[in-house]
């Protein structure tokens, strides 16, 4: 089958009910999705599929022929980081990582929807996702600061008093 | 000094957000093979008639290990110290826990390596499990271990860890009033979003590569080299990077097993833990039973502790002794109380081994100490406030290990506690600081506590 990936075709031969986690993740090298539990309870294998989150531990990966799949490695690279990379990083709300991808993906598809900086909203949106480092409140912050459109300066920066790490700037 | 309140990027923040961290499971090794366990059933049993041979004739199994194939089949992580093991690395003759490994065996998939498993023949003659550690503290109990249910390799090979400070007998005659209560906080699992996983990869140079999820990466490797009794220099133990440990990685759960299923069939081995085996068989926090009588005056001093308390350590010791000794330096939490008698039990139940969360053994005696503050401020019908900030930690005092506070944050915490929660403290209260006990705050039975500054 095709499955296009990070805008990028490949072909895949797998077994008929194969774990699109699975074919990311052993076939294509693809790990950014990670899999924290196999049963859809965790939120760190999730992916875009046509810009929607979903379950790749989940979703037999030969019902996405000719369908787009986007990871995180898809939304920007080091030197070209997207908004809601930025957020993250400057909003410190990535510690383990674990995750990250999956937080990350589901915002991305929170934010294409319209999505606001309101924080109910975005708890929402990110419900299902489990974290166990940061207790969300920076992921939240990260999120609704790319949704206001804040920019960010991820250099290091000099001793300031305006500085916090209880919940960001 | 240039970090100091500045805001400095994570060293792998970057990596995090573009997906290049690369964690255990990321590693890509070609022709790794993945392992599964046997796992034991039951909670307590004798094993007998243990068979693995209809799994290692099983097309696509390389190899299936058992405790006879362990070189060296009990090693604890505080054998070093010379603290004797108690837990075998795969179980023999004997199971103590639900969960704990029998065989392991490593096949081309995951799905080859499960029938394989469920290949493997064993009996079992089922005991009656414990689990209550209060019971199991008991004379009487069911024994978990041939030689009982307390630790018994405390300095001196005692069975328990002992504070004896002050005099507790003047203390408990002079008290106004006994205030006594129970606390006994529940297991808590760690829940990693990474679960347990490691790859051992063979070389050809003859050594083994071991990539683990690891948050003490010089004990893994020294377990690792003890169980397969071969010198460190055959090792190479790649770490670092952990999905969420929270404590629950510092014991060496997977690492060791995998090593020898790549030594024996000469090719990577993956084992990743699913998340049902993260639940029901990797470590937790313990549960505690801890008893506490305080003698207190009536105006809310607190005289002397007597404390027992029972550290749950499930089936095997691991590191609960080291956790039940910080628990007993810090019995009296936040507080300083001048006579002590407290005796703390390494308990053994059929519950999965515990081991370090976040605070390991002090957010049990946390949790107990403050509930019992409130306690006594509710039965003297004083203040819990004040009760807290009269008993805190000065500038001088002593732990119950005899270590001198100089740097006590008792008095800040609780007056800013009670700011959060908008109450007026009295005067000589909002007025007090952490400075060194004088006056109405340095009250007869404090003078002794006091540290000598000749002495220090």
């Given at each position: 089958?095709?499955?296009?990936?990070?805008?990028?075709?490949?072909?895949?031969?797998?077994?008929?009910?194969?774990?699109?986690?699975?074919v990311l993740r052993e076939d294509l090298g693809i790990t950014s999705p990670k899999a924290g539990c196999e049963q859809g309870g965790c939120g760190a294998c999730t992916v875009l599929v046509d810009g929607e989150p979903q379950r790749a531990c989940l979703t037999p990966a030969a019902s996405l022929e000719g369908l787009e799949v986007?990871?995180?490695?898809?939304?920007?690279?080091?030197?070209?980081?997207?908004?809601?990379?930025?957020?993250?990083?400057?909003?410190?709300?990535?510690?383990?990582?674990?995750?990250?991808?999956?937080?990350?993906?589901?915002?991305?598809?929170?934010?294409?929807?319209?999505?606001?900086?309101?924080?109910?909203?975005?708890?929402?949106?990110?419900?299902?996702?489990?974290?166990?480092?940061?207790?969300?409140?920076?992921?939240?912050?990260?999120?609704?600061?790319?949704?206001?459109?804040?920019?960010?300066?991820?250099?290091?920066?000099?001793?300031?008093?305006?500085?916090?790490?209880?919940?960001?700037? | 000094m240039k970090a100091v309140g500045a805001r400095l990027p994570r060293y792998d923040g970057i990596e995090h957000v573009t997906g290049r961290t690369t964690y255990v499971d990321d590693v890509r090794v070609p022709?790794?093979?993945?392992?599964?366990?046997?796992?034991?059933?039951?909670?307590?049993?004798?094993?007998?008639?243990?068979?693995?041979?209809?799994?290692?004739?099983?097309?696509?199994?390389?190899?299936?290990?058992?405790?006879?194939?362990?070189?060296?089949?009990?090693?604890g992580h505080l054998s070093a110290l010379g603290i004797p093991a108690d837990e075998p690395l795969l179980a023999k003759d004997e199971v103590r826990y639900k969960g704990q490994p029998i065989a392991i065996v490593a096949a081309e998939d995951e799905e080859t390596a499960m029938a394989a498993v469920d290949a493997i023949e064993v009996d079992f003659d089922e005991r009656p499990p414990l689990f209550d550690i209060r019971k199991a503290f008991d004379a009487d109990a069911p024994k978990v271990h041939p030689w009982g249910n307390w630790?018994?390799?405390?300095?001196?090979?005692?069975?328990?860890?002992?504070?004896?400070?002050?005099?507790?007998?003047?203390?408990?005659?002079?008290?106004?009033?006994?205030?006594?209560?129970?606390?006994?906080?529940?297991?808590?699992?760690?829940?990693?979003?990474?679960?347990?996983?490691s790859?051992?990869?063979?070389?050809?140079?003859?050594?083994?590569?071991?990539?683990?999820?690891?948050?003490?990466?010089?004990?893994?490797?020294?377990?690792?080299?003890?169980h397969l009794q071969v010198p460190l220099n055959k090792l190479k133990v790649v770490g670092g990077t952990v999905g969420g440990g929270f404590g629950g990685?510092?014991?060496?759960?997977?690492?060791?097993?995998?090593?020898?299923?790549?030594?024996?069939?000469?090719?990577?081995?993956?084992?990743?833990?699913?998340?049902?085996?993260?639940?029901?068989?990797?470590?937790?926090?313990?549960p505690w039973h801890m008893e506490i009588a305080d003698a207190v005056t009536k105006d809310g001093w607190i005289l002397g502790r007597k404390m027992l308390t029972l550290h749950d350590s499930g089936a095997y010791a691991r590191f609960s002794p080291y956790g039940l000794t910080?628990?007993?330096?810090?019995?009296?939490?936040?507080y300083t109380i001048p006579n002590l008698s407290f005796d703390g039990f390494v308990?053994?139940?059929?519950?999965?081994?515990?081991?370090?969360?976040?605070?390991?053994?002090?957010?049990?005696?946390?949790?107990?100490?403050?509930?019992?503050?409130?306690?006594?401020?509710?039965?003297?019908?004083?203040?819990?406030?004040?009760?807290?900030?009269?008993?805190?930690?000065?500038?001088?005092?002593?732990?119950?290990?005899?270590?001198?506070?100089?740097?006590?944050?008792?008095?800040?915490?609780?007056?800013?506690?009670?700011?959060g929660m908008e109450v007026e403290l009295a005067p000589e209260y909002a007025a007090m600081t952490r400075d060194p006990r004088e006056g109405d705050l340095l009250p007869e039975h404090l003078v002794s506590q006091m540290a000598d500054p000749e002495a220090h």
């Open positions: 089958m095709k499955l296009t990936v990070n805008g990028i075709a490949h072909d895949v031969v797998s077994a008929p009910l194969a774990t699109l986690l699975d986007t990871t995180v490695e898809g939304l920007g690279a080091p030197e070209s980081l997207s908004p809601l990379q930025q957020a993250f990083t400057h909003h410190y709300a990535a510690q383990c990582g674990f995750c990250t991808s999956g937080m990350m993906l589901a915002a991305e598809g929170y934010l294409k929807r319209g999505g606001t900086d309101d924080r109910e909203a975005i708890q929402e949106a990110l419900a299902g996702h489990v974290c166990r480092c940061t207790g969300y409140v920076k992921i939240i912050d990260a999120v609704a600061a790319a949704a206001r459109g804040d920019s960010f300066d991820l250099t290091v920066t000099a001793p300031s008093a305006g500085m916090t790490n209880l919940g960001g700037v | 022709g790794t093979l993945w392992a599964k366990a046997l796992r034991s059933p039951l909670h307590s049993a004798t094993m007998s008639g243990l068979d693995v041979s209809p799994a290692e004739a099983m097309p696509g199994v390389h190899a299936v290990i058992t405790a006879a194939d362990v070189p060296l089949l009990e090693y630790y018994p390799h405390f300095e001196g090979e005692m069975d328990r860890r002992q504070i004896r400070k002050g005099s507790i007998d003047e203390a408990f005659d002079r008290a106004d009033v006994i205030v006594q209560g129970v606390y006994r906080p529940a297991a808590i699992e760690h829940v990693p979003l990474e679960t347990q996983v790859l051992a990869v063979p070389e050809a140079n003859g050594r083994l590569t071991v990539y683990s999820c690891t948050q003490a990466l010089y004990f893994s490797m020294g377990v690792i080299a003890a990685k510092v014991d060496t759960a997977s690492e060791t097993m995998c090593a020898l299923l790549a030594q024996k069939s000469g090719r990577p081995v993956k084992w990743r833990w699913t998340r049902e085996e993260e639940f029901l068989c990797s470590s937790t926090r313990a910080k628990h007993s330096f810090h019995h009296t939490g936040a308990i053994f139940t059929n519950r999965v081994p515990t081991t370090a969360m976040r605070g390991f053994g002090v957010t049990s005696v946390s949790f107990a100490t403050e509930t019992h503050m409130s306690r006594v401020a509710n039965v003297l019908g004083l203040d819990p406030y004040e009760v807290r900030l009269k008993n805190a930690n000065r500038i001088g005092d002593t732990s119950p290990n005899r270590i001198v506070y100089t740097d006590p944050s008792t008095v800040s915490v609780v007056k800013a506690l009670a700011g």
